[in-house]
């Protein structure tokens, strides 16, 4: 039988927030948690009284519960984490992570109004897309430079602009997806440009652009192979080539290299990812890339080519539903900045300085990591260094290999999937891999500053 009395002693919502709990709550959380946390508490604790399960409903005992569901009401949704994946541009995990530079950049912009649309020595109304232009034609060597929300609308305001109605000749080989939602077919489509595939999906020829070019051709289309590769008897038409042939039938020739590289790679492996400046050196008339994939800023699409074109496209009322916000400004052209100097920009971009790690500095950060776990888990798992291989991500650098070491933990008492889960699901989250069963932690991808929150979220995770 439920306790009666002990029903009827239940507190009420008034009670429970005008209790000295209730003040102290209400200084420091907000009013509709502190509500909707008392009613879960008072109903949790009734069912149990109709349970007969004899719960605690001294106010301490319901206080104690209230607090705990008022902290998890009170925590943001979309919150930091430990990538212990080894996926440096990680497309589900916010891709790339800012310097300092760009984030003291973006509170110094978001707390003060700006000049970001207005000319300061004029005194008058200015370019929101002034700010941005200069560094971008330094850094790049092209005439002129746009930035919209991400490559997807850059790529799509091209097509808008220069092939509405109109014929844009790609590639069999490049017809790419994406991350699902981006396939070239079908921004195709969506853009109102009408595709004319050439070639073949392993070879194309110069001459199938060539025979291809009709009247309403609106332009020629190259797409970077970001995240796959053809290879063995294959064939692609090289910039150079399809910019001779867009200057003999006066097409635009368009490439979208997606990662938007603006630093050689060679130096740390990776051979065949085109840098932006190479590609307008070899004469592309626009060039279109990711702000957040190998560049290590914030997402935006930025276009950089021709001023004729670049000015074509600003001046495209479909701008104004793609521009970008004042933080994205501020984050980028910190990150920008830094390029002026490869040496910095390798050393203070995150996703450069983490892309170009050496094993040396890797295998530092792992002993740490393996020492302070060592002398608190050694009876609860089996832990080792190895070396290992991380990824690039983001759909950037698909064959490319970058050697690292990870600590690998096979627990003794629980499964390294149960393992994995609890690491996903504490507090900060820490997603790992798991690996011929076993769980690994690739410290290329953890922040020196994050290595003590990360040793505790193992420990936390191998003890309960
Ligand atoms: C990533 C990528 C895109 C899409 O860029 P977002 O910034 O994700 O919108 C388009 N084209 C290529 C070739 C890409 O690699």
């Known amino acids: 039988m439920p306790d009666k009395k002990k029903l009827s002693q239940l507190p009420s919502v008034d009670e429970c927030l005008k209790s000295p709990y209730g003040e102290e709550w209400l200084n420091t959380y907000y009013r509709k948690i502190i509500v909707l946390s008392i009613r879960e508490t008072i109903d949790a604790k009734r069912q149990e009284l109709l349970d007969d399960a004899n719960p605690d409903i001294s106010m301490d005992a319901i206080a104690a519960d209230i607090e705990k569901n008022i902290i998890r009401h009170s925590e943001y949704r979309l919150r930091p984490l430990i990538n212990a994946s080894g996926v440096v541009i990680h497309t589900n995990l916010g891709r790339s992570i800012l310097s300092d530079k760009a984030m003291e950049n973006i509170a110094a912009i978001a707390r003060s109004y700006s000049n970001l649309e207005y000319d300061i020595a004029k005194g008058k109304r200015g370019k929101r897309y002034s700010h941005i232009k200069n560094i971008l034609v330094e850094l790049t060597g092209a005439e002129d430079a746009v930035v919209v929300n991400n490559n997807a609308a850059a790529v799509l305001i091209c097509l808008d602009t220069f092939a509405k109605a109109m014929e844009v000749i790609v590639s069999r080989g490049e017809l790419v997806e994406i991350g699902g939602s981006f396939r070239i077919p079908e921004v195709m489509k969506s853009s109102g440009a009408i595709l004319r595939e050439v070639g073949t999906t392993n070879k194309t020829h110069k001459a199938d652009y060539e025979n291809a070019v009709c009247g309403n051709t609106g ?212 997603i790992a891999r798991i690996k011929e069963d076993v769980l690994q932690i690739d410290a290329r991808t953890i922040q020196d500053r994050e290595i003590k929150t990360l040793v505790n979220c193992v420990i936390t995770s191998l003890s309960t």
């Open 219 to 430: 332009l020629l289309l190259k797409v970077h192979q970001s995240n796959y590769k053809i290879s063995g008897f294959t064939q692609e038409v090289p910039v150079p080539d399809l910019v001779k042939v867009g200057k003999e039938f006066k097409i635009p020739v368009v490439s979208d290299l997606g990662s938007g590289c603006m630093i050689s790679l060679k130096p740390y492996g990776v051979h065949d990812e085109p840098t932006v400046q190479e590609v307008i050196k070899e004469g592309a008339d626009l060039v279109t890339f990711s702000g957040d994939k190998l560049l290590g800023g914030p997402q935006a699409g930025i276009i950089v080519g021709r001023k004729k074109l670049v000015q074509k496209i600003q001046n495209n009322p479909m701008m104004r539903a793609m521009r970008i916000d004042k933080m994205t400004f501020a984050a980028l052209e910190a990150t920008l900045m830094q390029y002026l100097d490869e040496e910095k920009a390798i050393k203070h971009v995150p996703t450069l300085r983490m892309l170009t790690e050496t094993g040396d500095i890797i295998k530092k950060r792992v002993k740490k990591i393996f020492n302070a776990l060592k002398k608190s888990v050694s009876d609860k798992a089996i832990l080792e260094v190895q070396p290992d291989q991380s990824r690039a991500g983001g759909g950037s650098l698909p064959e490319a290999d970058f050697p690292t070491f990870v600590i690998s933990i096979k627990p003794h008492n629980m499964s390294v999937n149960a393992l994995e889960k609890k690491l996903r699901l504490g507090d900060p989250a820490v």
